[in-house]
């Protein structure tokens, strides 16, 4: 059973196109996030969930939006895609806030032409 | 703010003890210390975690100094497959102030 798991896996759009990444973890967990990993493999943090609730918010776009529907779902929704936006995004879980030890997602590659 | 600083590349051979370093020295007083590994194209994975003095598990060791301005992944006996990127991780709990400060990462190579 996948702990963490991502769909889809690549994701290949135009400019200006909205698009919408999804997570599930089966882990039973409290706390979910989202990441992105740019060329240069750095990862930075965009939004962290804690039982549904914006823990976390880093200075990203208005255009990347999260919806948490349940605790073990945490979705990304992103309006008005830009050549920037290309990355590989990951979304992680672990037990509760503060706790180090994150489960990640395969990760879900995007592209934009 | 607190920042960590690793080594961008490190080279070592099969069966030899490797040892990369992390510098944090604005690390807060309530931060721990978390170091992930990741392989091309999967998520990064957890290795180990700790606050002070040493920890050990069944793959690595962390050791760090009283002052706690850094910390010392050491993976014992490499193998090829070792080969990846190792990311320390500034984790500080607690909902009033949490951050998570990831590192640029390390590429480690390990050569037959």
């Known amino acids: 059973d996948t702990a963490v798991s991502q769909t889809p896996k690549y994701l290949v759009t135009q400019m200006g196109n909205d698009k919408s990444i999804k997570c599930e973890q089966n882990?039973?967990?409290?706390?979910m996030y989202w990441y992105k990993q740019d060329s240069k493999k750095f990862l930075k943090i965009m939004f962290s969930y804690n039982n549904k609730e914006l823990i976390i918010n880093e200075t990203v776009p208005n255009r990347f939006s999260p919806k948490s529907p349940d605790k073990a779902h945490l979705n990304l929704h992103i309006n008005s895609l830009e050549l920037g936006d290309s990355a590989v995004y990951f979304c992680a879980s672990s037990p509760g806030l503060g706790q180090g030890k994150q489960y990640f997602g395969p990760g879900t590659r995007l592209t934009v032409t | 703010l607190a920042k960590t600083t690793q080594p961008i590349s490190m080279d070592s051979y099969e069966g030899q003890e490797v040892n990369i370093t992390c510098s944090h020295n604005n690390i807060a007083t309530n931060d721990y210390i978390t170091w992930y590994q990741q392989f091309p194209s999967q998520g990064p994975r957890f290795i180990i975690q700790?606050?002070?003095?040493?920890v050990t598990n069944e793959v690595a060791s962390l050791f760090i100094p009283a002052d706690r301005k850094s910390s010392t992944l050491s993976l014992p006996r490499v193998s090829l497959s070792d080969t990846a990127v190792y990311y320390c991780l500034l984790l500080s709990p607690g909902d009033s102030n949490y951050q998570l400060i990831w590192g640029a990462g390390t590429k480690l190579i390990i050569k037959p």
């Open positions: 700790g606050y002070k003095t040493k």
């Open positions: 882990l039973g967990h409290d706390t």
